[in-house]
């Protein structure tokens, strides 16, 4: 494995017995009368998937002093899961997705009504285990957190074949889409273990500025990765007009002609086959992959130091080595 790898496999050791608790409830959770929504959900399962932000609610409440075992990091857990699953769902209908993890994609085989009304079931089920938990501040912040996504997800909307996004609106939309439930998940940890709100700051910090890094790297991979390393079609964002960091550069840095050709393949969604190509020709000239990469290394490094909040033990180092899992993923 390479080392990124190693570091989300020790994490996932760390609190296995939970993980396994986890997965079991969703699996409980998902189950309805209604054959297509179990059907459709195992798919998902079956996809797989490394539950990193279920995984960093199991950690962030370890850490902060829960005990193993406990049910409500269990239950929370599950409710992230529900609310990244769902959203993953509505995604994939939105971008017209046709891979997922590097399988076909539930609206590609199911449709996207199924897709979507199956997503609004997990939604559904992921408020059910907020309530049981009795806890109106998970409440507020879970569900805070699940606004703010749908939010990300319209701006970028707002934002798609505009070349004059601002590098700060492109930060929103990533802190909305993706950051936002990284640092819910980890804030809930502190929460359940009732921790004072200094730690609870310092978890949300550290979820957010994960969160912001996993999803540079992500879109730095989107130009840079093989099919098969990335898990979905490489160049999706440049197809769907998706503006973000490596063509921001590229745009910023390039002459005219570089210009003109961002503006008709973004802009005018003027695409031909062999643009895929140029258009990682430009970003690699100027430099917007290592650019985008360099930006993550910040925000992990910020993550890094919010831990410093809580004393060295094992999960406080394992959930600073997701911060290298993370960010490697482009090296």
Sequence with gaps: MARGEDALARLTAL?????????RAIVERMHSPVALIPQLAA?????????LRPLLTLAAARLCGYPAGGPRHVALAACVEFIHTATLLHDDVVDESALRRGQASANALFGNKASVLVGD????????LMVEDGSLEV?????AASAT???GEVLQLVTQN???TTEAQYLEVIEGKTAALFAAATRVGAVVADRPPREAEALDAYGRNL????????DALDYAAAQEALGKTVGDDFREGKITLPILVAFDRGGEPDRAFWRRTMEERAQEQADLAHAQALIA???????????AERYGAAALAALETFPRSEFRQALADVVEFCVSRAR
């Design 15 to 23: 609190v296995q017995a939970d993980l396994e608790a986890t997965n």
């Design 43 to 51: 798919h998902l399962v079956a996809a797989g998937g490394k539950r």
């Design 121 to 128: 079931f997990l939604f559904a089920r992921a408020f059910q």
């Design 139 to 143: 409440l507020r912040i879970l569900s």
């Design 149 to 151: 996504i749908a939010e």
């Design 162 to 164: 505009d070349l004059s």
């Design 211 to 218: 969160g912001i890094a996993f999803q540079l790297v992500d």
């Design 285 to 295: 000239r100027h430099d917007g992959i290592g650019e985008t990469i360099r930006r």
